[in-house]
């Protein structure tokens, strides 16, 4: 009996060693997308790297049948698209899990080929832009949210702080009820009194010189607005002649007070960003008599530019924009706040670039790149892409591009520069007082609207923001 059970023992040692050895059809042929890619890159001759997930913890169904001994790019499509995932490269090809707002520069290739197809001339462009912002705008959908801005919202002001050439003045603007904005004004100094009857114009001595508003949402860097480079030029446009405001990026600085950062990546943060924009940039209009809405322009940086072109978007007043390292046909942004909506699905389909071309042709336009981040492609794809559309309305001059090689993905010196002067170019600005060592870099407890208690009336958690944003719909 001892002998017959070490017999049956065997045999089913050597058919599980058999199964397993030879995936069977019951078990459809799995087998772990680690192991496969690694056989396919000695196959191939090729290095295969996975980011941002275990591809030992993956199985493929059929995964050998998968397999085309004459193509790589077959064998990898066939692989991964099934899961979800992606890859690029040639010698070293890197695996990813699919992500909806980035592709590849060729992608962004065939995508503006495509879409220059769809217009031959202005006539035809201006029936695709038209369709196309009405698009954007409805997958936006900041109607129900500028409905629901407070009637009479509070407005705390800061007292208004004197620097060399310019002043600060910390605010807090009330948007969706209990709801603040939080952010800084930089304003040209006001010359002492002797001197003021020669800033004045118009009949007589009334009224004030009106000034550029430059409006800078923030982007996605450590530090948000109170970094050390976004003073640098806010302060330097007020400097330069211009009233330049900023604002927190949603869910943080003083607005995580109020609802906690991870409601920054909620699917409302791109409506309620967009919102602040357009909200703060109304009060400014609306509060200064010294501001020139004729003479309005937007900036920012990464994530920073997307909230500028929203901007544009959603008020046609805007006269300049400048864009810095974003804004490209093959990525829309990583974050929520970006692309939590889809604007780019947008009549048919579209990317940022053409939607910059729809809120701003012929207006003037500056793109900033890089060559250390996705704006590389700049030059060479996009650039061309706008130059087309602003030449419909013989104005190709007013789009331009400063393409910075050998630098890396911020909003540093000389893309600031760069700037600096095409704003004294399009807003009549004084580009001799754009001179950064002359500005004060304040701590960030310095630029708060809220140095202590938030206001009674403030909102003090996400699911009391989210109660008001149920009632919208």
Request: with cysteine; aromatic share 10%; proline share 7%.
């Amino acid at each position: 009996m001892k002998r017959i059970r070490c017999i049956l023992y065997m045999v089913c040692c050597l058919v599980a060693a058999f199964s397993a050895a030879q995936p069977a059809f019951e078990n459809r042929f799995a087998q772990p997308l680690g192991e496969v890619l690694r056989q396919a890159g000695e196959r191939f001759g090729v290095r295969i790297v996975c980011k941002r997930f275990d591809p030992d913890t993956v199985r493929v169904a059929y995964a050998a049948f998968r397999v085309r001994p004459y193509s790589l790019p077959e064998t990898l499509d066939g692989l991964l698209h099934p899961l979800g995932l992606v890859w690029n490269g040639t010698e070293k090809i890197t695996v990813q899990p699919y992500e909806y707002y980035r592709r590849t520069p060729a992608d962004g290739e065939r995508l503006l080929a495509w879409l220059s197809a769809q217009y031959a001339g202005r006539e035809a462009w201006e029936r695709r832009r038209e369709r196309l912002l009405e698009g954007v705008r409805d997958a936006l959908n900041l109607a129900p949210f500028l409905r629901g801005l407070a009637a009479d919202p509070d407005v705390l002001l800061g007292p208004e702080i004197g620097h060399d050439g310019y002043t600060t003045q910390n605010y807090a603007l009330e948007t969706l009820p209990g709801l603040y904005v939080c952010g800084t004004v930089y304003a040209p100094a006001v010359p002492p009194l002797p001197e003021r009857r020669m800033i004045f114009r118009g009949p007589g001595t009334h009224g004030p010189v009106r000034r550029p508003l430059i409006v800078s949402p923030a982007g996605h860097w450590p530090g948000g607005r109170y970094r050390a480079d976004q003073q640098l030029r806010m302060a330097t446009f007020a400097r330069m002649g211009a009233v330049a405001v900023d604002m927190d990026i949603f869910g943080w600085g003083e607005s995580e007070r109020q609802v906690g950062r991870e409601a920054h990546t909620a699917p409302y943060s791109m409506q309620v960003q967009a919102l602040w924009s357009k909200a703060v940039t109304d009060w400014i209009a609306a509060s200064r008599r010294d501001v020139d809405t004729a003479r309005m322009a937007a900036t920012g940086g990464s994530g920073g530019a997307t909230h500028a072109l929203l901007l544009a978007v959603t008020d046609g007043r805007f006269a300049a924009l400048a864009p810095v390292v974003h804004l490209v046909s093959h990525f829309d942004g990583g974050c929520p706040c970006e692309s939590g909506r889809p604007v780019t699905l947008a009549a048919g389909g579209s990317c940022m670039p053409e939607i910059l071309a729809a809120a701003m042709a012929p207006r003037p336009v500056l793109a900033v790149s890089d060559g250390g981040d996705w704006t590389a492609s700049w030059p060479a794809l996009e650039y061309p892409f706008l130059r087309r559309i602003w030449d419909f309305y013989d104005a190709g001059a007013q789009v331009c591009n400063v393409h910075l090689p050998g630098e890396r993905h911020d909003y540093g010196a000389n893309k600031r520069r760069a700037v600096y002067a095409f704003f004294a170019e399009t807003l009549g600005l004084d580009v001799s007082q754009a001179d950064e060592s002359r500005v004060e870099v304040l701590p960030e407890a310095a630029l708060c609207a809220f140095p202590g208690e938030l206001p009674p009336t403030a909102l003090r958690s996400r699911a009391q923001l989210e109660r008001i944003i149920e009632k919208l719909k």
